[in-house]
């Protein structure tokens, strides 16, 4: 099992930055990728950026050169620096880590950005 608990969202003006952290608790060595995902109001979940054990990096093309995934090992923490926020980047932030053969969720962490 593998305990999820996001941090850092909350309101900023548009072009503002958060960064946003999930810390990973229990059976952590048995972490492969770890990922943020959204969901915004009236809209399916979707990948935002993932990171790879071996610190390989994707990030989908609506939020490249705005945001950043990076991953503290030492920490067993994932993090997103989101920067330039548009008003559409508005939504829930879940972490999702992967193990062999599980796929673990936080509770997410609203982000909203006003224009």
């Known amino acids: 099992q593998v305990q999820l608990v996001e941090s850092g969202g909350g309101l900023v003006q548009a072009g503002g930055s958060l960064r946003l952290s999930c810390l990973a608790s229990g059976s952590i060595f048995r972490i492969n990728d770890m990922a943020w995902y959204r969901q915004a109001p009236g809209k399916q979940r979707e990948l935002v950026a993932s990171?790879?054990?071996?610190?390989?990096?994707n990030v989908v093309d609506s939020v490249k050169g705005r945001f950043t995934i990076f991953r503290e090992f030492a920490k067993n923490t994932v993090y997103l620096q989101m920067n330039s926020l548009k008003p559409n980047d508005t939504a829930v932030y879940y972490c999702?880590?992967?193990?062999?053969?599980?796929?673990?969720w936080g509770k997410g962490t609203l982000v909203t950005v006003s224009s």
């Open positions: 999702n880590v992967a193990t062999t053969g599980m796929t673990y």
């Open positions: 990171i790879s054990s071996g610190g390989r990096t």
